[in-house]
């Protein structure tokens, strides 16, 4: 039925897995920045001083109305303008980050304020300093009902990262387009593509699931 | 703008109460909830609140710890808490001011609030260790006699959810008695019980008085309870103080007929 070559399948797989790696390297660095910066945009967000809380919160509604690519493009492309020149990997992995970032700060908003009051309340009737509040009350109640949105997006990270692609980054996708046109063939390249992304998302939503239960286990509380 | 010149920078030491509230005014928007309220509280003083629900008892005990106030100032222990001296005048207190104001005070809730990550014995060491700055081994010396007197020392271990509504009390108890307050706040904390454990928490407050020089704020619906162990009990109403005396006294001859009205209330309720 179809054409599909298999020698040619097994001598691209190689590339291929290498290909992977970056992409799960792209997706980790992303994630690791978006979980970072996410949580300080959260904070900032709940921060006394209004006009930090108005312009972060402007922000994160303006990332999450524009589309990735977009600013993708944005901090390759216009970066240099201002002088900041990044290398493909690197603008990708921020571009990402930022994208995701402004996401995740409302499943933390979400999380810290599923926390009941009477713990912020306990925390000042022990005159607990606000980054102990934070970091030692809040944040580790906050994390287990956060914990299934974030792994949502951790997939969805994952699932964009054949957008860097468009600025060079080695990831899956970019390897299958080369390897597509050097070859003519984009059926097994493409095909790969896909079992690979699904062999890598599928079992992510139970893991997640299981490392929550963990996690709740571990705070005492479930 | 209310002007603080008439507000001494520090209580003088022949007039000076444990916690005294002075023309003390808070508001929600437009509602006010404690209207001009002056009330001292002596040193090692036990006093029951008492009143209908509504009357602001609560939000008496949470401007010492969680709230700002619109008017008036209050001291605890001679130095102002809702406000701080600047430049030889009262204003406003910071954050910083506050919390560190607050340092004194302990307070127990109605519903416990105990950190559910961490175990009784991990509750009563946070805030010793981490605001107090005491040494884990300092810190956990201290909590097991507290969770001792409060007898949950079996119970260390366990995390909240582990525990029964009155063991959870008696943790939080020994949890705020181990920053050492001078005062403590006790906002309705039987209210959530079972009826069948409210003697293990009362037993543990009687002990305290006993056993502590503490000064002590109760609001509390068990006027049993408010008659036997306090000095003194106030009877809350519209956010002002309609009455108060000695228990014998108000429990006994109520003069004022909103008292009278709500205790005879309580009287047939039970
Ligand atoms: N955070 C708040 N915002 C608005 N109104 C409040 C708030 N807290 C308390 N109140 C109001 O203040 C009044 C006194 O409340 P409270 O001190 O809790 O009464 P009590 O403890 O005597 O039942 C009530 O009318 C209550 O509705
Ligand atoms: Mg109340």
């Known amino acids: 039925m179809f054409d599909w070559k298999w020698d040619f399948t097994f001598e691209i797989l190689p590339r291929l897995g290498w290909a992977t790696l970056n992409t799960l390297i792209a997706a980790g660095g992303g994630y690791a920045i978006a979980i970072v910066l996410g949580l300080a945009l959260a904070l900032a967000q709940r921060s006394p001083y209004r006009a930090l809380t108005l312009v972060v919160r402007e922000a994160v509604e303006f990332i999450r109305s524009t589309p990735l690519v977009l600013q993708i493009f944005f901090v390759f492309y216009v970066g240099p303008q201002f002088g900041i020149r990044l290398s493909p990997w690197t603008s990708g992995m921020i571009a990402i980050g930022l994208h995701y970032s402004a996401y995740l700060s409302e499943v933390y908003r979400g999380g810290i304020e599923s926390v009941p009051k009477g713990q912020w309340e306990a925390c000042r009737s022990l005159s607990m300093s606000t980054s102990d509040t934070y970091f030692r009350i809040i944040i580790p109640q906050a994390l287990p009902p956060a914990l299934a949105g974030m792994g949502n997006y951790l997939v969805g990270i994952f699932k964009d990262t054949p957008m860097l692609s468009v600025i060079g980054v080695a990831e899956l996708m970019h390897a299958a387009n080369a390897i597509g046109s050097e070859h003519y063939r984009f059926l097994e390249p493409y095909t790969l593509v896909g079992i690979i992304f699904l062999a890598i998302s599928l079992p992510s939503a139970g893991l997640i699931r299981t490392f929550e239960a963990w996690v709740r286990k571990r705070l005492g509380m479930s | ?270």
């Open chain 2, 1 to 270: 703008m209310e002007d603080y010149s008439n507000y001494p920078l520090q209580l003088d030491a022949t007039d000076r109460p444990m916690v005294r509230f002075q023309n003390v005014t808070k508001r929600y928007g437009a509602l006010t909830v404690l209207d001009n309220l002056n009330l001292d509280v002596a040193e090692g003083e036990m006093i029951s609140i008492i009143g209908p629900s509504g009357s602001g008892k609560t939000t008496v005990l949470r401007m010492l710890m969680l709230e700002r106030i619109q008017g008036g100032v209050i001291y605890v222990d001679g130095t102002p808490l809702t406000h701080e001296a600047k430049g030889g005048k009262l204003v406003e207190a910071s954050e910083r001011y506050l919390r560190k104001a607050r340092e004194p005070i302990g307070m127990c809730f109605q519903h416990f609030n105990l950190f559910p990550h961490f175990t009784a014995l991990q509750n009563c060491m946070e805030g010793p260790v981490q605001v107090l700055g005491l040494s884990k081994k300092e810190a956990r010396e201290r909590s097991e006699e507290l969770l001792e007197m409060v007898g949950m020392i079996d119970k260390k271990d366990q995390h909240p959810s582990r525990l029964s509504g009155g063991q959870q009390q008696r943790v939080a108890i020994a949890r705020a008695l181990a920053m050492r307050p001078k005062v403590m706040l006790l906002d309705e904390v039987t209210s959530a019980l079972d009826p069948e454990v409210i003697g293990e928490v009362t037993e543990v407050i009687k002990k305290l008085v006993k056993e502590h020089n503490l000064t002590i704020m109760m609001v509390t619906h068990q006027m049993g309870f408010a008659a036997d162990i306090s000095d003194r009990v106030c009877f809350f109403y519209g956010g002002r103080i309609e009455e108060q005396g000695p228990p014998k006294e108000l429990f006994g001859n109520p003069q004022k007929e909103r008292t009278q009205q709500f205790l005879s209330a309580v009287k047939s309720a039970d």
